[in-house]
């Protein structure tokens, strides 16, 4: 991880304030989210975080389609969008599925702070935010776990967070995660399915995988 992009991951800002507006719409949902200095893509949209949000809401559709009342228990349970940065995952797949909970988890407190301004501004219903550096303030299990995680931190700390994300996650539930070809993907690919029962790809291209992973080998029956 280079000095330069460290303080995504970091605690606390040194880096001067610079605020600006960056608007987001999916489907017939129109968002907006405030951005600032010294988080991850803090100019647009980053492709790895839209690609997860299509998977996300293509497992979740099938899932409706294919074994509904699952679907309604895990859409009205717990989720997690864990590194969220300024909130455009845990948002998002918050206003398309907003039965259930939302928690937003980040260890950088500027990235926080501008995530509970995005949740009041994109008016997202029972969506809070927790500073946690990975699962470390995190209690509970969850039903939907998202993460595009913070590949910079190295390959032992990606292992770590995957790993604990399994521990978190609900008997039914299901974690999704986005990973590109240049981090790696293919040996993280290989890595969940040796500590999950079931991985399997959700979405592959422009360069990107989305994993989605199951603790229960029937999950696709």
Not at 124 to 144: E, L, P, R
């Amino acid at each position: 991880m280079t000095e330069k992009n460290s303080f995504y991951f970091s605690e606390e800002q040194d880096v001067k304030s610079d605020e600006r507006i960056i608007d987001f719409t999916w489907g017939e949902i129109d968002l907006s989210f405030i951005s600032d200095n010294g988080v991850f893509s803090k100019n647009h949209i980053d492709l790895g975080s839209k690609l997860l949000l299509e998977a996300f809401e293509t497992e979740m559709l099938e899932l409706a389609r294919e074994d509904y009342p699952k679907f309604e228990k895990i859409s009205s349970g717990k989720k997690l969008d864990l590194g969220t940065g300024y909130g455009v995952i845990g948002i998002t797949a918050q206003k398309l599925f907003p039965k259930g909970s939302m928690l937003l988890s980040d260890v950088n407190e500027r990235a926080l702070a501008l995530s509970e301004k995005n949740i009041a501004r994109n008016l997202a219903v029972k969506t809070s935010t927790i500073k946690s550096d990975g699962f470390s303030k995190i209690n509970g299990k969850f039903d939907i776990i998202l993460t595009n995680p913070p590949m910079r931190t190295g390959k032992e700390k990606v292992h770590e967070l995957l790993s604990q994300a399994k521990d978190h996650l609900s008997d039914d539930g299901i974690l999704l995660a986005v990973i590109g070809k240049k981090q790696g993907a293919e040996s993280y690919g290989r890595y969940l399915d040796e500590i999950f029962p079931l991985t399997w790809t959700s979405l592959k291209k422009k360069g990107f995988t989305v994993f989605a992973c199951s603790k229960k080998v029937d999950e696709l029956d």
